[in-house]
């Protein structure tokens, strides 16, 4: 759902609340792809990979996504999936509707909203790293 590590909580905060040069303009590059689960440009662009302010909650948040799938599926909130296999690049909400009915679009949404709860203060805080470089860099060029 929406890439690897469910990544689309950090492209809302780069399109909602980014402030550095390195994060805005990559946020607009990744919405479309993102949507679609593609999401080499954050992985790569950001970087992701190899970046100790993003790697937790780039792991945390695929577990605590499946873990409370399993958990809502296991306890009846959402019913067991149907067995339909939709294209990978089905997006989130859209995938989930097919995949499992109403209940699992909203189930869907809410992963999205949990996505986006544990990216934003690791990215927050990401962006005022690049913010004051950006800003100590621009002093040193004046």
Not at 123 to 135: C, G, I, N, P, T
Request: hydrophobic fraction near 55%; include cysteine.
């Amino acid at each position: 759902m929406t890439g690897s590590d469910i990544t689309i909580g950090l492209v809302i905060f780069t399109l909602i609340a980014a402030k550095s040069v390195q994060l805005k303009p990559i946020g607009k590059l990744e919405l479309v792809p993102g949507i679609f689960n593609i999401n080499e440009p954050f992985l790569f662009g950001l970087p992701i990979v190899m970046n100790p302010m993003l790697a937790v909650p780039f792991f945390l948040t695929t577990l605590v996504i499946a873990a409370s799938t399993y958990l809502v599926i296991k306890t009846g909130i959402v019913p067991p999936l149907n067995g339909v296999a939709a294209p990978w690049t089905t997006p989130a909400v859209i995938f989930g509707f097919l995949i499992g009915g109403w209940k699992m679009a909203i189930w869907q949404f809410c992963t999205l909203l949990i996505s986006t709860a544990i990216y934003w203060p690791f990215a927050r805080k990401y962006d005022k790293v690049l913010l004051a470089k950006e800003q100590k860099e621009a002093a040193a060029n004046k």
